[in-house]
Protein backbone atom coordinates (compact mmCIF):
# COMPACT_ATOMS: atom_id res chain seq x y z
CA UNK A 1 0.00 0.00 0.00
CA UNK A 2 1.09 3.72 -0.62
CA UNK A 3 2.20 5.39 2.14
CA UNK A 4 1.67 8.47 0.06
CA UNK A 5 -1.75 10.42 -0.83
CA UNK A 6 -2.84 12.87 -3.12
CA UNK A 7 -5.47 15.33 -2.21
CA UNK A 8 -6.92 18.87 -2.79
CA UNK A 9 -7.04 21.84 -0.50
CA UNK A 10 -8.48 24.44 -2.29
CA UNK A 11 -8.21 23.31 -5.09
CA UNK A 12 -4.43 22.92 -5.09
CA UNK A 13 -3.11 19.63 -5.99
CA UNK A 14 -0.41 18.45 -2.88
CA UNK A 15 0.70 15.32 -1.65
CA UNK A 16 0.36 13.91 1.93
CA UNK A 17 1.75 11.15 4.09
CA UNK A 18 -0.59 8.40 4.61
CA UNK A 19 -2.16 9.15 8.36
CA UNK A 20 -1.65 12.86 8.62
CA UNK A 21 -4.62 14.72 9.61
CA UNK A 22 -5.95 17.27 7.16
CA UNK A 23 -4.73 20.50 9.47
CA UNK A 24 -1.22 18.14 9.34
CA UNK A 25 -1.41 17.70 5.41
CA UNK A 26 -2.47 21.52 5.44
CA UNK A 27 0.71 22.78 7.55
CA UNK A 28 3.52 20.59 6.21
CA UNK A 29 2.55 22.69 2.69
CA UNK A 30 1.84 26.38 3.83
CA UNK A 31 -1.73 26.51 4.31
CA UNK A 32 -3.18 28.23 7.38
CA UNK A 33 -6.48 26.65 9.09
CA UNK A 34 -7.41 28.45 12.01
CA UNK A 35 -6.83 26.18 15.43
CA UNK A 36 -6.46 27.16 19.12
CA UNK A 37 -6.59 23.16 20.45
CA UNK A 38 -4.00 22.37 17.81
CA UNK A 39 -0.45 22.20 18.94
CA UNK A 40 2.38 20.01 16.85
CA UNK A 41 2.96 16.81 19.00
CA UNK A 42 0.57 16.07 21.00
CA UNK A 43 -2.50 13.95 20.28
CA UNK A 44 -5.36 15.88 18.31
CA UNK A 45 -9.15 15.80 20.29
CA UNK A 46 -11.07 18.89 17.69
CA UNK A 47 -12.12 20.50 21.32
CA UNK A 48 -12.36 24.09 19.85
CA UNK A 49 -13.99 23.12 16.12
CA UNK A 50 -12.33 26.26 14.52
CA UNK A 51 -10.77 24.41 12.15
CA UNK A 52 -13.92 23.06 10.71
CA UNK A 53 -13.57 22.42 6.48
CA UNK A 54 -15.91 21.01 3.99
CA UNK A 55 -14.86 17.40 2.34
CA UNK A 56 -16.49 16.60 -1.20
CA UNK A 57 -19.07 14.26 -1.01
CA UNK A 58 -19.74 14.50 3.08
CA UNK A 59 -22.68 16.43 4.20
CA UNK A 60 -21.15 17.99 7.46
CA UNK A 61 -18.62 19.93 8.45
CA UNK A 62 -15.29 18.17 9.69
CA UNK A 63 -12.41 19.07 11.76
CA UNK A 64 -9.19 19.15 9.85
CA UNK A 65 -7.10 18.16 13.35
CA UNK A 66 -8.85 14.77 13.58
CA UNK A 67 -9.82 13.69 9.94
CA UNK A 68 -7.33 12.02 8.52
CA UNK A 69 -6.62 12.70 4.53
CA UNK A 70 -7.38 9.90 2.30
CA UNK A 71 -6.42 9.72 -1.69
CA UNK A 72 -8.71 11.91 -3.78
CA UNK A 73 -10.03 14.17 -1.35
CA UNK A 74 -11.15 17.83 -1.65
CA UNK A 75 -10.76 20.06 0.63
CA UNK A 76 -12.37 23.60 1.40
CA UNK A 77 -10.71 25.38 4.30
CA UNK A 78 -11.91 29.45 3.43
CA UNK A 79 -15.53 30.25 2.31
CA UNK A 80 -17.96 32.50 3.44
CA UNK A 81 -20.02 30.02 5.56
CA UNK A 82 -16.63 28.63 7.01
CA UNK A 83 -15.84 31.79 8.19
CA UNK A 84 -18.92 32.57 9.46
CA UNK A 85 -19.16 29.72 11.59
CA UNK A 86 -15.73 30.62 12.89
CA UNK A 87 -16.11 33.90 13.77
CA UNK A 88 -19.27 32.92 16.02
CA UNK A 89 -17.21 29.97 17.67
CA UNK A 90 -14.88 32.95 18.84
CA UNK A 91 -17.26 35.51 19.61
CA UNK A 92 -18.77 32.64 22.89
CA UNK A 93 -15.27 31.43 23.57
CA UNK A 94 -15.00 35.47 24.89
CA UNK A 95 -18.71 35.55 26.18
CA UNK A 96 -18.03 32.47 27.99
CA UNK A 97 -15.81 33.61 30.48
CA UNK A 98 -14.41 36.89 31.44
CA UNK A 99 -11.46 37.97 29.06
CA UNK A 100 -10.05 41.43 30.12
CA UNK A 101 -7.51 41.67 27.52
CA UNK A 102 -6.15 45.19 28.69
CA UNK A 103 -4.77 43.61 32.02
CA UNK A 104 -4.04 40.39 30.88
CA UNK A 105 -0.15 38.99 31.17
CA UNK A 106 -0.83 37.73 27.43
CA UNK A 107 -2.27 40.52 26.22
CA UNK A 108 -0.72 41.11 22.52
CA UNK A 109 1.00 37.72 22.89
CA UNK A 110 -2.59 35.76 22.96
CA UNK A 111 -3.53 32.78 20.26
CA UNK A 112 -7.48 34.01 20.96
CA UNK A 113 -6.85 37.56 20.98
CA UNK A 114 -4.51 37.15 17.50
CA UNK A 115 -7.02 34.62 15.79
CA UNK A 116 -10.12 36.94 16.57
CA UNK A 117 -8.42 39.71 15.01
CA UNK A 118 -7.20 37.74 11.97
CA UNK A 119 -10.78 36.25 11.39
CA UNK A 120 -11.92 39.85 11.55
CA UNK A 121 -14.13 39.40 14.84
CA UNK A 122 -15.06 42.81 15.69
CA UNK A 123 -17.64 42.52 18.18
CA UNK A 124 -19.70 40.36 20.61
CA UNK A 125 -23.08 39.58 19.28
CA UNK A 126 -24.09 37.20 22.28
CA UNK A 127 -24.63 38.30 25.87
CA UNK A 128 -21.75 37.67 28.19
CA UNK A 129 -22.33 35.28 30.75
CA UNK A 130 -19.63 37.05 33.36
CA UNK A 131 -18.79 33.73 35.27
CA UNK A 132 -17.29 33.74 39.00
CA UNK A 133 -14.47 32.01 37.55
CA UNK A 134 -11.67 31.03 40.31
CA UNK A 135 -8.42 32.23 40.28
CA UNK A 136 -5.42 29.28 41.92
CA UNK A 137 -2.46 31.15 42.75
CA UNK A 138 -1.21 28.87 45.36
CA UNK A 139 1.29 27.27 43.31
CA UNK A 140 4.63 29.00 44.21
CA UNK A 141 5.66 29.59 40.38
CA UNK A 142 2.71 29.77 38.24
CA UNK A 143 -1.04 30.74 38.49
CA UNK A 144 -4.24 29.16 36.52
CA UNK A 145 -7.07 32.00 35.85
CA UNK A 146 -9.82 30.32 34.83
CA UNK A 147 -11.58 33.32 33.56
CA UNK A 148 -8.96 33.20 30.68
CA UNK A 149 -9.47 29.44 29.93
CA UNK A 150 -11.15 28.40 26.55
CA UNK A 151 -10.72 24.69 27.44
CA UNK A 152 -8.55 23.45 24.64
CA UNK A 153 -6.74 21.50 26.59
CA UNK A 154 -3.39 21.64 25.38
CA UNK A 155 -2.42 21.74 29.18
CA UNK A 156 -3.54 18.63 29.88
CA UNK A 157 -2.57 16.62 27.30
CA UNK A 158 0.64 18.10 27.48
CA UNK A 159 0.91 16.95 31.03
CA UNK A 160 -0.44 13.44 30.78
CA UNK A 161 1.71 12.74 27.49
CA UNK A 162 4.67 14.55 27.58
CA UNK A 163 5.13 15.14 31.10
CA UNK A 164 3.67 11.55 32.27
CA UNK A 165 2.41 13.65 35.63
CA UNK A 166 -1.46 14.15 34.53
CA UNK A 167 -1.75 16.79 36.80
CA UNK A 168 -5.29 18.37 35.29
CA UNK A 169 -8.37 17.34 33.38
CA UNK A 170 -11.22 18.80 32.67
CA UNK A 171 -14.62 18.55 35.33
CA UNK A 172 -18.57 19.38 34.81
CA UNK A 173 -20.48 19.68 32.24
CA UNK A 174 -21.12 21.94 29.41
CA UNK A 175 -20.67 26.03 30.36
CA UNK A 176 -19.39 24.86 33.96
CA UNK A 177 -17.00 22.87 32.53
CA UNK A 178 -13.43 24.07 34.16
CA UNK A 179 -10.36 22.82 34.58
CA UNK A 180 -8.82 21.02 37.83
CA UNK A 181 -5.91 19.68 39.28
CA UNK A 182 -5.97 16.07 40.93
CA UNK A 183 -9.73 15.86 41.39
CA UNK A 184 -10.30 19.53 42.23
CA UNK A 185 -7.24 20.38 44.90
CA UNK A 186 -5.46 23.26 44.67
CA UNK A 187 -2.27 23.85 42.61
CA UNK A 188 0.08 24.14 45.51
CA UNK A 189 -2.24 20.55 46.93
CA UNK A 190 -0.89 18.78 44.07
CA UNK A 191 0.91 15.49 44.93
CA UNK A 192 2.12 15.07 41.37
CA UNK A 193 3.10 18.46 39.66
CA UNK A 194 6.88 18.33 38.58
CA UNK A 195 6.75 22.40 38.08
CA UNK A 196 7.97 21.82 35.15
CA UNK A 197 5.95 24.91 33.52
CA UNK A 198 4.90 22.99 30.07
CA UNK A 199 1.37 23.52 30.98
CA UNK A 200 1.84 27.10 31.02
CA UNK A 201 4.05 27.11 27.72
CA UNK A 202 1.52 25.33 26.02
CA UNK A 203 -1.50 27.31 26.83
CA UNK A 204 -2.90 29.87 24.43
CA UNK A 205 -4.28 32.10 26.39
CA UNK A 206 -3.07 33.62 29.87
CA UNK A 207 -5.21 30.97 31.97
CA UNK A 208 -1.77 29.53 32.77
CA UNK A 209 0.54 32.04 33.18
CA UNK A 210 4.13 32.47 34.94
CA UNK A 211 3.98 34.70 38.51
CA UNK A 212 5.33 38.04 38.43
CA UNK A 213 5.15 38.97 35.01
CA UNK A 214 2.73 42.39 34.32
CA UNK A 215 0.17 42.73 31.68
CA UNK A 216 1.55 42.16 28.21
CA UNK A 217 4.61 40.50 29.23
CA UNK A 218 4.11 36.72 29.49
CA UNK A 219 5.10 35.58 26.15
CA UNK A 220 4.39 31.78 25.67
CA UNK A 221 7.03 29.14 24.09
CA UNK A 222 4.98 26.26 22.32
CA UNK A 223 7.37 25.84 19.76
CA UNK A 224 9.48 24.27 22.95
CA UNK A 225 7.07 22.18 23.83
CA UNK A 226 6.94 20.78 19.81
CA UNK A 227 10.44 20.24 19.68
CA UNK A 228 10.79 18.27 22.69
CA UNK A 229 7.61 15.99 21.81
CA UNK A 230 9.66 15.37 18.02
CA UNK A 231 13.11 14.58 20.39
CA UNK A 232 11.47 12.14 22.95
CA UNK A 233 9.63 10.54 19.63
CA UNK A 234 6.34 10.74 21.29
CA UNK A 235 4.48 11.83 17.67
CA UNK A 236 5.53 12.47 14.41
Request: glycine residues 8%; charged residues 20%; hydrophobic residues 40%.
Amino acid sequence: MPDRVSIRIDGELIHARLGQTILEAALAHGKFIPSLCHLKGLTPVGACRLCLVEVAGVGRLLPACTTPVQDGMAVTTRNEKLDRYRRMILELLFSERNHICAVCVSNNHCELQAMAQRLGVTHVRFPYSFPRAPVDATHRQFVLDQNRCILCTRCVRVCAEVEGAHVWDVGGRGIGSRLTCELNRSWAESRYCTSCGKCVQSCPTGALAAKGYAAEEMVKRTETISRLVEAKGARA
